[in-house]
């Protein structure tokens, strides 16, 4: 397909995906949960007829040698089908945040002034070949008031599609324009190029995936970007540390899953507690088959340990792989992770008062947490109740991105007939 | 200068920023102030440097030919300085934003998770020949928490200096880094060019200044931008709307000031009041001089109306001119208002409930009122203390920003010891 053609597609997508988030934003929030649980109804419904058409892609994939970490995330389980079922029902069974006000309040003047929380608009969402991203994202935008426009990895196109056939009945049952959600079905990665750009049409963009993905996207956006670069995140045990937390955090945010966001990538120790804390949560790692990676003065402490170069304090292994590095004071542990980190979730394990107010006022990371396991750092954890991902940047939403991070507000004003003098 | 030159000009001015912006980040509210109040004092005693330096740039501005309106706003009056401290001395009153922790609720897993809001770094401010934005901005940027770069017009430099020197006092005798508010001082244009796109020292553009400045800086900046477009203002005069207050707030929405970006542009009438209302309006109206142009229904009922153009609908006079369309409806007045409006400030005069409800809820503008005037919407009348702008957007700050749209929410998480199961 040439390039005029995939403007002119898009383009009208966008249109159309404006028109809609016109409607959507006043729906009521008995119609968008009477669509939210006939998607659920229907995805339930066609199980056999989604397993097929994901059945057809990952057929597909395999003959084109994809790798086979993205294969497992292709593949759709009968479990997987239930499941974004229930995800969509328990979007249903939130809050709905549109129309909400706060802070009314009488000013001087006479009039009342406060703030409604209303949507974005439209919402483009692209993503890997993860079809259980379609339903979510869908049943996000939507309880949020908002149209998406959909583009997931090619490889996953017939399981989009026919997701997308059960969310459109959806909307169809409750009486919403089928516009509300579309999905791209060109596997053009032109489609992409014009998502991003069209300003007028779409109001954010949210991409989903590797570094390279995201940041590609962010430089060539002219829509804002809710982004979400990688998790360098660490764990500081400090002099008054309890040892036994101290072990217990430091093990689980490193081993709990390797390959989350949130996961321990550099572990900091107070140089007055290595000596007591490093062997021991070093055997617990090594015995998980952790690789170690240290300064000098940790590498002293652990035989095993292997000395860490300057790159490895910026890199996200996402792999049972730990930097190890012992500090002088809460001070240097606080500039290393300035320095190196990427402001995702850092945490500070301590009996200290003062100690743990100066890391939660000082650390600037999206979540700062004391004597807790980063891995905690998750939408479902904080009662957002679902994610749409977790933005590491600062202006408007930070950490993970519920329903609120996908609305915004605007001012309100009561009068009775006032003007201003 | 070459460009080169400027590139590392800006881009050590960048680091000095990003490493001020650490300290200020964690200043105390006291330390902030003492800067605040020692500023205003500097700017007080310095009434007659300031006014020499002001009166440069006036006298090279006048031998340039700049037109009359720009001198006005680059003049620097005594009661003009008297009042850029009046204002720092205001920003210092008003409580500090940073570190205040909300919604600290525990969830199921036994961790509390809240949110603590913090700075958003450095800030980039451009703006016209205004030097009284010099110290408002300086001000609130640095109560905020963050660093800020200021570039001003090219015309006001001399006085930029003046002030900045006062500011850079200010925050020497509160033990305060320099660099957290720098002034460029080049009038070289490339600098705001490097400015918008250094993501790695700057967080958010705030510019300030006409559409065309602000259109081609939101165009060209990698940097986020918080923009202030156009004010394309409705007040739409409902069926139900007490004729008295109707004729009030349409006569104060359109001639308290013709220059300002809440003023309104276009007044909507439903057709069952406009034989009474539209008459009596156009008569006060046209005794202040304001050209009336108007759709062939309106035009039948007011003499003196010319026809409006389709221009009319989308154009931003900020000038004695008002376009009138009769609706048939609240339906197609919302609908006029979201194909014509800027999405600003939008007002309806009803008495009727379910009405203000309606267009509460359905009109997309940073600022929805019922029964008062547009010119309303405002940082000071609202209870912000201040603004340094007011954001078109819809992602992050909405409507006039304050010190909390110079800000932002990190989560914070305290537990006990606590693991991810």
Chains 1, 2 share one sequence.
């Not at 002119?8 to 669509?35: C, F, P, Y």
């Not at 909400?100 to 439209?122: C, E, F, H, K």
Request: hydrophobic residues 45%.
């Amino acid at each position: 397909m040439d390039n005029t053609n995939i403007h002119s597609i898009m383009q009208t997508l966008g249109r159309a995906a404006r028109e809609a988030s016109r409607v959507i934003a006043k729906a009521s929030a008995a119609t968008k949960n009477q669509a939210l649980l006939a998607m659920a109804e229907a995805i339930r419904r066609d199980e056999q007829v989604l397993l097929a058409a994901n059945a057809n892609d990952v057929a597909l994939a395999k003959t084109k040698g994809l790798e086979s970490a993205m294969v497992d995330r292709l593949t759709l389980t009968s479990k997987g089908v239930a499941s974004m079922a229930a995800g969509l029902e328990q979007i249903a069974a939130l809050p709905d945040p549109v129309g909400a006000v706060t802070d009314l309040n009488y000013r001087p003047s006479g009039i009342q002034v406060g703030r409604m929380r209303v949507p974005l608009g439209v919402i483009g969402i692209i993503y890997e070949a993860r079809p259980n991203v379609t339903a979510d994202a869908a049943g996000l935008c939507l309880k949020a008031g908002n149209a998406a426009i959909l583009r997931g990895g090619s490889e996953a196109m017939q399981s989009n599609q026919a997701i997308a056939a059960c969310v459109q009945e959806g909307l169809r049952v409750a009486g919403l324009p089928e516009n509300t959600v579309q999905v791209v079905d060109t596997a053009d990665r032109a489609a992409v190029g014009e998502l991003i750009v069209m300003q007028k049409y779409v109001d954010v963009i949210v991409p989903r995936g590797g570094k390279g993905l995201i940041e590609r996207i962010a430089s060539e956006a002219r829509v804002p970007v809710i982004k979400h670069l990688d998790g360098v995140c660490h764990v500081y045990i400090d002099v008054r540390a309890n040892l036994e937390k101290a072990i217990s955090i430091a093990d689980n945010a490193k081993t709990q899953r390797y390959g989350t966001c949130n996961t321990m990538e550099t572990l900091l120790v107070h140089a007055g507690i290595a000596q007591q804390f490093l062997p021991a949560v070093s055997k617990i790692l090594l015995e998980k088959a952790v690789e170690l990676r240290g300064d000098a003065a940790a590498c002293a402490l652990v035989p095993e340990m292997q000395p860490a170069t300057e790159e490895d304090w910026q890199t996200e292994y996402l792999a049972p792989i730990l930097s190890v590095r012992i500090v002088a004071d809460i001070d240097q542990a606080i500039t290393h992770i300035a320095t190196y980190g990427s402001q995702h979730t850092d945490t500070i394990v301590t009996e200290d008062y003062a100690r743990a107010r100066q890391f939660l006022r000082e650390v600037d990371s999206s979540s700062v947490m004391v004597n807790a396991s980063t891995r905690f750092a998750d939408g479902f954890e904080y009662g957002l109740g679902a994610e749409i991902g977790i933005s590491t940047d600062k202006l408007h939403a930070r950490g993970p991105v519920g329903l609120e991070g996908l609305t915004s507000q605007k001012f309100i004003v009561l009068g009775d007939g006032h003007i201003r003098e």
